[in-house]
């Protein structure tokens, strides 16, 4: 199919491409430049996406599962054949560079296809005499699917795969910073899925809050702050939405005396300054023992030296943009305030010059106090304090002392210790000696303020069912 992903972006209803009078400018956060003018739904344009998602719903979920699992595995050779340009257009609209989008389309592939070989299994129960129970997962309704700027297209593929094989139909919105490879995604899918099985919708920021209330959607997953997540909890109650929330964090990095070093820098380096620290689950805190944390500190700071920031289309680029001009205004927000408190930096701490695209220095905090606000909160950017840890209580005492409980890592030679260690901290996920290792296979979700339920696995699948319970009377 010919598509040209750079220009002439349309939402995806009922099968169709729809446009409309109202427009948005979308920006490359390298240049600050408008890449792309693309459709602002009204309400009435999610209306008809809903209206078409409902009226899809029945003969959608009464296929075959397996039925389903062959457009999904289709969608995801779609998919495949474009990776190219799916990728250089994520670096347009989200700064990341060329290699790491590619990695991320690459991803959004793999969760598709992997979607497309599971099933939802029926639990059997004939130990109570004279009854014959069976336990099933069948499918919720419309699902409203909200995304975020970092990984729009992984995460929108962690939301479109499991909820459309379930049997479900879905409105799917992107963040309006980065919705032009979810919008390419929609036209990937016209044809392929029945119409109104899969409709994409983008605008400004009131069309989130239109989801969250309408009643003719029955579940809500939804990627992004804890702040929003809390008003997307409130808004869902009219019609008792079906909830995923994956929230915000503020993970802690755990690194042991016996390390290597050398070993443990770039690893290290990299799990906080990712995507630009744009990382739900990027190290935001980072414990390093006492024994070693002058010798760790300085080689990090070393190591941030070889960053090479800039637009992530060029070739050698590391690290890109901060996605949005709010995130860069917060961040050097953050960054004014450590200034202030006298805080001292062991990479960058310079106020980002001035000029085109939103390029914000590594910077590494040395050792604030626990209070100071770049290690209470999420700074969502590539801003990290190092801190000094004595013994394994405290640590797991200051790891465990936030709101949030996304994920944490812990660097080790000694697993068997990492281990135990890993089962004193409060998140959904501890890493051991690697970060970012999310699986289709494996659940994924936050404790505490970091989110509700789970996406990935068999966990995440069932998270776009209802339990239905059918019970015989045999005797
Ligand atoms: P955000 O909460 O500002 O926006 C997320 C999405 O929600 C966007 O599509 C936005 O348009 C929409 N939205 C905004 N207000 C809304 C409302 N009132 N009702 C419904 N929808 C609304 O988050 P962001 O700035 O795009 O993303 C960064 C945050 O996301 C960080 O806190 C990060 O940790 C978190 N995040 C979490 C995960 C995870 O899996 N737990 C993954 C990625 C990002």
Known sequence: MSIDFFSQYTMTSDGEAVDTAQRLDVLNPATEETIAVIPRAGKEHLDAAVAAARAAFPAWAAQPMDARKEIMAAFAE????????????????????????????????????????????????????????????????????????????????????????????????????????????????????????????????????????????????????????????????????????????????????????????????WSAFFNCGQICVA???????????????????????????????QEGITLGPVQNRQQFARLKGMLAEARESGLRFLAGGQMPEAGKGYFFPVTIVDNPPDDAKVVTEEAFGPILPLLKFKTIDEVVARANNSEYGLGGTIWAKDTDHAQAVALRLQTGTVWINQAFGVFPEAAFGGHKQSGIGTENGLDGLREYTNTQTITLKTA
């Open 78 to 269: 779609r998919m495949a054949l474009h990776a190219d340009e799916l990728a250089a257009l994520l670096t347009r609209e989200q700064g990341k560079p060329l290699a790491a989008a590619k990695e991320e389309v690459a991803g959004g592939i793999h969760w598709a296809r992997h979607f497309s070989t599971m099933t939802l299994p029926v639990a059997l129960i004939d130990t109570i005499p004279g009854q014959r129970i069976s336990v099933r997962s069948v499918p919720l309704g419309v699902v409203g699917g909200i995304v975020p700027w970092n990984f729009p297209v992984l995460l929108a593929l962690w939301k479109i795969a499991p909820a459309l094989v379930a049997g479900n139909t879905l409105v799917i919105k992107p963040s309006p910073f980065t919705p032009l490879t979810l919008l390419k995604l929609g036209e990937l899918a016209r044809g392929l899925f029945p119409a109104g099985v899969f409709n994409v919708i983008c605008g400004g920021d009131d069309v989130g809050p239109w989801m969250t209330s309408h009643p003719g959607i029955d579940k809500i997953s939804f990627t992004g702050s804890t702040a929003t997540g809390r008003k997307v909890m409130e808004s869902g109650a009219g019609n008792l939405k079906r909830l995923t929330l994956e929230l915000g964090g503020n993970d802690a990095a755990i690194v042991m005396p016996d390390v290597d070093i050398p070993t443990v820098v770039e690893p290290l380096f």
């Open 283 to 313: 190290a935001k805190r980072m414990y390093i023992h006492e024994e070693i944390y002058d010798e760790l500190s300085q080689a990090l700071a070393d190591y941030a030296k070889s960053v090479r920031t800039g637009d992530g289309a």
